[in-house]
């Protein structure tokens, strides 16, 4: 398909903090030799939503996104400890992505070959979306701190046929679920329960089995082969979808996407790494393969695969790699190696 006679899609762009701005600028420019398939909103986010309207999720970038029902986000920071909510989570919230997808592939030699694993995570529930306050007690305000998560069955079994749909999609033949039931045995144990009665409908299409998150963990470190998908909770989920980078490279060579029933939107899942800001170094090949997938997502299924293929051929071929891959490109020659690889 020419992209060239396709009808711009509209989409917001939130180039986000730190090395957001540089890894966006690259992904872009990839996506204009595909043939720009978008018309961009650019909007703020994280501290460059303070720094521009005082609000690190400004209404006019929600607005942007309910508009237009899809979005491409660099990484946005989050105040360690203190300060503002996380923007990522608000986000998830605004526009109720519950399904975060975080495939896992690999593309450059390393410790381990031929990776090719997917997460989905639960991403409204749980212990993840901070439910905290504390207790005095005597003169101390902060003596006792509290977290409480909560597991909804709907929500669960939501996720869980949101995960069985994506396996028959994408051809995957086995979930595994994630929990922790036999200690969290409310939280974790009706998420278990939800999955496998959501696992009876998919019966001879998809098998499902289930693996306490430590034991999972361990195995992820010796033998990853024998997952194909993992099916998890919202904080398992944001731990083990990093422990997945790691097995191909770390968090630049991983994307993901969050989705909800009403939109979509597509990210770098690395920080933002202000140490390293400016500097020209920093790997695009994280949001340039969500970029991919929201290629895929619209239905410009040749595109995705024309973009996947030219990273893979830029890195295994053509040699071309940035520092964290022990290669010397900087993050524009990268993308300007990828793109000459499109136009050929």
């Known amino acids: 398909m020419n992209s060239s006679c396709i009808e711009k899609i509209p989409a917001t ?91 896992a592939k690999s593309l450059v030699p390393g410790r381990y070959e031929d990776i090719d694993l997917v997460l989905i995570r639960e991403n409204l529930a749980g212990f993840y979306v901070a439910n905290e ?35 028959i999609k994408n051809g995957r033949k086995k979930i595994t679920v994630v929990h922790k039931a036999n200690i969290l045995k409310a939280l974790t144990g009706l998420f278990l329960e939800a999955a496998r009665d959501v696992a009876k409908e998919y019966e001879g299409r998809v098998e499902m089995d289930d693996m306490i998150v430590d034991a999972c963990a361990m195995q992820l470190v010796l033998n990853p082969w024998r997952f194909d998908m993992l099916l998890c909770t919202n904080l398992f989920g944001d731990i083990l979808s990093d422990q997945l980078a790691g097995l191909v490279g770390g ?46 997502h619209v239905n410009l299924v040749e595109e995705a695969e024309r973009l996947r293929v030219a990273i893979d051929q830029t890195l295994n071929i053509d040699g071309v790699q940035t520092r964290d891959l022990k290669g010397q490109a900087s993050t524009l020659e990268f993308a300007d190696a990828v793109c000459a690889r499109l136009r050929t």
């Open 13 to 103: 762009l939130i180039p986000g903090d730190g090395i957001g701005p540089e890894v966006v600028e690259a992904t872009v420019r990839v996506l204009d030799a595909l043939g720009s398939p978008f018309e961009w909103d650019i909007q703020p986010a994280g501290m460059a939503g303070v720094k521009a309207l005082g609000d690190p999720l400004p209404a006019v970038t929600i607005e942007s996104i309910r508009q237009r029902k899809l979005a491409l986000k660099g990484p946005l920071t989050t105040p360690v400890g203190e300060g503002f909510r996380s923007s990522n989570v608000r986000l998830r919230e605004a526009f109720e992505l519950f399904g975060n997808v975080r495939p």
């Open 133 to 167: 306050y504390y207790i005095q007690v005597g003169n101390d305000p902060r003596a006792v701190a509290v977290s409480s998560g909560m597991n909804t069955r709907e929500g669960s079994e939501r996720i869980a046929r949101f995960a069985f749909e994506y396996a």
């Open 251 to 296: 968090l630049g060579m991983a994307p993901g996407s969050n989705f909800g029933n009403d939109a979509a939107i597509f990210e770098a899942v690395h920080g933002s790494a202000p140490d390293i800001a400016g500097k020209g170094v920093a790997n695009p090949i994280s949001l340039m393969l969500a970029a991919a997938m929201m290629l895929a």
